[in-house]
Nanobody, 123 residues
Framework: QVQLAESGGGLVQAGGSLRLSCASS????????LGWFRQAPGKEREFVAA????????YYADSVKGRFTLFRDNAGHTGYLQMNSLKPEDTAVYYC????????????????WGQGTQVTVSS
């Protein structure tokens, strides 16, 4: 079983940056893709980005492409979401989760959800 825990959220002004972390433990090889999602108040949870635990191959939602970068540490136990040029519409609770299905952006394909971390971008 995989356990994930997010950290690094906070309050930032528009145009600023934040780095979120997702620490993993357990059998990460069983779900070798790490994904980030976000959920704003009153909206559905949406895909942000994903990376292979054993590689730095990534894919992103169009809304964050060019602004967010997802990578993992060399040991493969922690994934990072570097968020630059933040916008007020990026305000949400950010979650990490894992899956065995490369390329998927579907919430239902992911499991082992963390507890979430709040990101608030002020205008």
């Amino acid at each position: 079983q995989v356990q994930l825990a997010e950290s690094g959220g906070g309050l930032v002004q528009a145009g600023g940056s934040l780095r979120l972390s997702c620490a993993s433990s357990g059998r990460t090889f069983s779900r070798p893709i790490l994904g980030w999602f976000r959920q704003a108040p009153g909206k559905e949870r949406e895909f942000v980005a994903a990376v292979g635990w054993n590689s730095n191959i990534t894919y992103y939602a169009d809304s964050v492409k060019g602004r967010f970068t997802l990578f993992r540490d060399n040991a493969g136990h922690t994934g990072y979401l570097q968020m630059n040029s933040l916008k007020p519409e990026d305000t949400a609770v950010y979650y990490c989760a894992s899956t065995e299905f490369w390329g998927t952006r579907q919430v239902a394909d992911f499991g082992s959800w963390g507890q979430g971390t709040q990101v608030t971008v002020s205008s």
